[in-house]
């Protein structure tokens, strides 16, 4: 069991949701799991979140569903959760690791 599910919901993301990505992969923690949740984009999203998912079999998910808005995309990130505890993190967010 992961300890915590960090969702990141995403809807046209591409241009900047690498950064949010990587800034949770950073602590290069096995005890995380990285939901991203594609919700019916448009543009690139659905490719950068299954890139990831290949890259980082053991810490990332991507989840594709038909767009529903940001309700729906945290809901699906967790349906798919499996830590015990769970964080939603927006697209064009990012975790600074100096603070």
Known sequence: MKIVSFVIPCYNSQDYMEKCIN???????????????????????AEIADRYADMYPDI??????????????????????????????????WVDKKR
């Open 23 to 45: 800034s949770l992969l950073s602590g290069g923690d096995k005890d995380i799991e990285i939901i991203i949740v594609n919700d019916g984009s448009t543009d690139k999203t």
């Open 60 to 93: 990332i998910r991507a989840v594709h569903q038909q767009n529903g808005g940001h309700g729906a995309g945290v809901n699906a990130g967790l349906k798919n959760a499996t830590g015990m505890y769970f964080k939603v993190i927006d697209s064009d967010d």
